[in-house]
């Protein structure tokens, strides 16, 4: 089988680490790819949400299955431009359709899902520049803190937490008076701040059956403690331990279960994966948010664990035989530590020359995320750089070969946070 996987970051690499070790794989293609997936398969220069660029690749490619990684293709409607091909319809596409994807790209679409199911989650109202007057009312009256998200993608930024009403009224002006986020911001969900610990599940599912893949705890803040701005995620572990059997007991049947049951009566045509934000409150999950893909830098830890052949996972999601599949797992506590490019999230240089890539230990795995080669080198070429995935019998272990591996590994103003996972250390 050849395969196109769609993407150049943490994640992608993981994949086709992963994709690579299936017998099914004959020729591997990433898009754009990066310096670590050149080691796996051919990368092809090309924008992910270029469809004629994506359809070109695969024509040329011989493709046969398409594994879409990051939601704006996904959302934009890749998986129905492909159904609606001859030349690309045969192709198996992982990941779901637009409407699918909505569970990601509009964050009202996902409330009135989950209102609708009745999934736990935060109380919430709807509003845009129709009902902007009673909207302030609204917040003016809202318990603090207030959370404010904008309704489409906004690149992970459209989430703002507010610790006093003058702030919300702020904020709430600026993306719909102000197009704060553009089109995405045009519509914003208004909800109640919901105070708990954070856990992310993901499922694969074939829109009929699903499996459970490990469960992940990311680390979002730049700074140690959790202090600082927002990022992409600075480190994963996986498993969690307060996720355990009782917990994801009522996760199953509380969350998991709807939703798919959900999915099915809408009629949505959902083949791919479902990662689901979660939060436990006071011991009981509720749903904070959907995305349509999987996480990263989570991939990176989540994969590791998996022990079954990822492509005949694939191939059971696009063939609807899901419920064949038994999922074998890897006990190990896994734990990845994100390496960043100095002044990231904010302005950082790129083109700084990494060394160390080439150091090798049993237990762990360096994932590229924004790296490329030029002249033999590999040089930095993005916020988040690379990450550094290890197992061991115990967490502090696996952070502590990360670590290790890490002190060999350099580039000018390399940065990483020494403390992922420490609420379980
Ligand atoms: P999202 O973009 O929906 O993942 O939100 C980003 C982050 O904001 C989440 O990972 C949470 O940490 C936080 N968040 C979102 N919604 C809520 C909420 N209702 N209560 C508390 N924290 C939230
Ligand atoms: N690490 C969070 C995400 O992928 O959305």
Redesign the pocket.
């Known amino acids: 089988m050849n395969i196109l996987i769609l993407g150049g970051g943490g994640r992608e690499h993981a994949f086709a680490w992963k994709i690579s070790q299936s017998p099914d794989c004959s020729g591997l293609f990433i898009a754009p790819g990066n310096a670590g997936t050149a080691a796996f398969g051919t990368n092809i220069e090309l924008i992910p949400t270029d469809f004629p660029a994506v359809k070109k690749a695969c024509v040329e490619n011989q493709i046969d299955m398409l594994v879409v990684g990051p939601e704006e293709p996904l959302v934009l409607g890749i998986v129905d431009f492909f159904t609606a091909d001859p030349e690309l319809s045969e192709i198996m596409v992982i990941g779901p359709t637009a409407q699918g994807a909505q569970l990601e790209g509009s964050?009202a679409f996902s409330k009135r899902f989950m209102q609708k199911y009745q999934i736990p989650t935060?109380g919430y109202r709807e509003f845009d520049a129709e009902n902007y007057t009673e909207g302030s009312d609204y917040l003016k009256a809202h318990s603090l803190?207030i959370?404010l998200?904008a309704d489409g993608l906004a690149a992970?930024k459209?989430?703002i937490?507010c610790n006093s009403h003058v702030e919300a009224m702020a904020e709430f002006e600026l993306m719909l008076q102000q197009n704060k986020f553009g089109e995405a911001g045009k519509r914003i969900v208004v909800?109640?701040?919901?105070?708990g610990i954070?856990v992310s599940i993901f499922l694969l599912t074939d829109g009929d059956h699903y499996v459970l893949l490990p469960e992940a705890k990311d680390y979002?803040k730049i700074g140690e403690g959790d202090k600082g701005p927002?990022t992409g995620g600075m480190g994963a572990v996986s498993p969690v331990p307060f996720a355990d059997k009782a917990f994801m007991k009522k996760v199953t049947d509380r969350i998991i279960e709807p939703s798919i049951r959900g999915l099915r009566e809408e009629g949505i045509d959902y083949r791919g994966f479902i990662f689901i934000?979660l939060?436990k409150v006071n011991g009981e999950p509720e749903v904070?948010?959907y995305?349509c893909r999987m996480g990263d830098p989570e991939t990176e830890v989540v994969l590791p664990r998996l022990k079954n052949d990822l492509l005949a996972l694939f191939r059971a999601v696009a063939e609807r035989k899901l419920d064949t599949i038994q999922m074998d797992i890897d006990p190990r506590a896994v734990a990845t530590m994100v390496v960043v490019s100095g002044g990231y999230p904010g302005s950082y240089e790129k083109g700084h020359t990494i060394s160390g890539l080439d150091y090798k230990t049993k237990d762990s795995l360096i994932f590229h995320s924004g790296t490329r080669i030029e002249q033999g080198k590999v040089l930095t070429q993005g916020g988040r750089v690379l990450c550094v995935t290890s197992y061991a019998e115990t967490l502090p272990e696996a952070i502590r070969k990360s670590i290790g591996v890490l002190h060999h590994i350099d580039f000018e103003g390399m940065y990483y946070r020494r403390d992922i996972g420490y609420e379980f250390l």
């Open positions: 964050k935060a803190p959370v998200k992970g459209g989430v937490i909800e109640e701040f919901l105070d954070e979002k927002n934000g939060i904070i948010e995305n």
